[in-house]
T-cell receptor, first 115, second 114 residues
């Protein structure tokens, strides 16, 4: 089965450290999303890419977060410096859009704890 | 703007009980509506969808009907099982404006006990 792969599954770090989360989208998918899940806010869209180009990153704190797609098989989300309020589960999702919303696939997430 | 409101959880039911998880939306025009399910330790999976008023989405015994008049898309199942324990998310995708952005509710945790 094709799946979206995220690494690491868990990350514990100290405040101020750099954190890099990686996502391997499903081969052939043209759109990649990054979401953040917290108890208080639920699922928030941070950024998304179409054909590797960033289309919208308005949900992302610009001063510390950055998202890139260096190639079609890798998307990265970086936090520098990290803060305790960044503790959350970060999900990557990929699909062929527009039109293929019923085939949007989510990875299992990276659970980030910033101490 | 676009938003989705779900009932708060957790919802705790006995096996074979009837399930309803309420979801209402606000949007410009008539969005497509979705229910996603998140099992422990996993990402979200699409459970069912409806793209226009009065459509009924169904899958794995779950159903939801797109009600334009009440702007609702409540999730129902006649007889839940322990394996249905998960977090359920309602989501909307606007047709006009908002780009290709799914707006999710905050999720409702369902716990089914024997």
């Amino acid at each position: 089965d094709a799946r979206v792969t995220q690494t690491p599954r868990h990350k514990v770090t100290e405040m101020g450290q750099e954190v890099t989360m990686r996502c391997q989208p499903i081969l052939g998918h043209n759109t990649v999303f990054w979401y953040r899940q917290t108890m208080m806010q639920g699922l928030e869209l941070l950024a998304y890419f179409r054909n590797r180009a960033p289309l919208d990153d308005s949900g992302m704190p610009k001063d510390r977060f950055s998202a890139e797609m260096p190639d079609a098989t890798l998307a990265t989300l970086k936090i520098q410096p990290s803060e305790p309020r960044d503790s959350a589960v970060y999900f990557c999702a990929s699909g062929n859009l527009p039109g293929g919303w019923e085939k949007l696939f989510f990875g299992s997430g990276t659970q980030l704890s910033v101490l | 703007g676009n938003s989705v409101t779900q009932m708060e959880g957790p919802v705790t039911l006995s096996e074979e009980a009837f399930l309803t998880i309420n979801c209402t939306y606000t949007a410009t025009g008539y969005p497509s509506l979705f229910w996603y399910v998140q099992y422990p330790g996993e990402g979200l999976q699409l459970l069912l969808k409806a793209t226009k008023a009065d459509d009924k989405g169904s899958n794995k015994g779950f159903e939801a009907t797109y009600r334009k008049e009440t702007t609702s898309f409540h999730l129902e199942k006649g007889s839940v099982q322990v394996s249905d324990s998960a977090v359920y998310f309602c989501a909307s995708l606007p047709r006009m404006g908002g780009g290709n952005k799914l707006t999710f509710g905050t999720g409702t945790q369902l716990k089914v006990e024997l």
